[in-house]
């Protein structure tokens, strides 16, 4: 986008936030990125060089689907992927930045993210609902049981026992309830965990969208694909278009776009999140 335009959209989402009597931030992978959690490139190969020589895998993404042979390889991949992308601050303060911004307003967030990043830029767990799981959290693979377990111990002691790709067998984590296979706790498929914490969250959500059905609501949505639009996007778009007073804004570095329908009432920019966050923040 030009320069004049992006200047204008950013003086227009700048009132939009101050004027705001609530703030719906919706958050997807794109987030992530711009703080400089980058899954190939550079940051994969510096942290993963032996699995890239020795299994061929591309970038962390495909490499999370890679059939290894051996509980012990798989979770030498995972416990090293967890580290980086959970435990690991990151490599920007972007999310800090996001929260400066909207953390004085009445706000929410929902988060197709798993990497923990909102509640390291301290959000409170009543505003916000994690959908798609937590790299932190395990779960049974059957599952047997509808309970999640923090890994932090487990995953640091995997890290830095590893040796050839591998980590120890005792290491291994088992069902504590039916003694399978732990497995990650992320939406992949109909075994995927909706923990108490999970339904919790849920339930606060829909409390604030149904507090803030009218009024001047802007939804803030950052770094959302086309993946899983139904859990941000349309419900955003949606809601938009039922009140009139609400504001949806995107920002989307390749992918800042909204429907015909509320376009007056959008605010579009196509831009590196991380940049822009800095420019808001700078202006007066």
């Known amino acids: 986008m030009g320069n004049h335009e992006y200047t204008e959209e950013l003086a227009r989402l700048r009132a939009a936030i101050d004027e705001a009597d609530a703030i719906v931030v919706g958050a997807g992978a794109g987030l992530s990125t ?18 890239i020589e020795r299994y061929g895998i591309r970038d962390m993404y495909s490499g999370g689907f890679y059939p290894f042979e051996t ?48 509640q390291k830029a301290g959000v409170d767990k009543e505003r916000l609902f994690y959908t798609q799981g937590d790299y932190g ?3 049974c693979s059957e599952p047997c049981h509808d309970s999640t377990y923090d890994n932090y111990e487990t995953v640091r002691a995997m890290v830095q026992c590893q040796r050839d790709m591998r980590v120890p067998s005792e290491l ?24 108490a914490g999970w339904h919790a969250a849920a339930e606060c959500y829909h409390v604030f969208l149904d507090a803030h059905e009218t009024g001047r609501v802007l939804y803030l949505e950052l770094g959302v694909g086309g993946n899983t639009p139904v859990i941000i996007k349309y419900p955003f ?4 278009y039922d009140n009139p007073q609400a504001v949806y804004a995107c920002l989307n570095f390749g992918e800042a776009v909204t429907p015909p329908q509320i376009d007056a009432r ?8 991380d940049a822009v966050l800095d420019d808001l923040l700078a202006l007066p």
């Open 34 to 51: 711009a703080a400089g959690l980058i899954y190939s490139g550079e940051r994969f190969e510096r942290l993963f060089p032996d699995f």
């Open 71 to 118: 509980f012990e390889e798989y979770w030498a991949w995972w416990s090293r992927h967890i580290w980086c992308n959970r435990y690991e601050p990151a490599p920007k303060d972007t999310y800090a930045k996001l929260m400066r911004l909207v953390g004085d307003k009445e706000y929410f967030v929902i988060t197709t993210n798993v990497d923990h990043q909102f």
């Open 137 to 139: 959290l395990w779960q």
């Open 172 to 195: 291994v984590p088992a069902c504590p309830v039916c003694g399978k296979p732990m497995t990650m706790n992320l939406r992949a498929d109909d075994t995927f965990v909706e923990d």
């Open 237 to 240: 778009w949606r809601r938009v």
């Open 266 to 273: 959008s605010i579009l920019i196509d831009a590196d999140i």
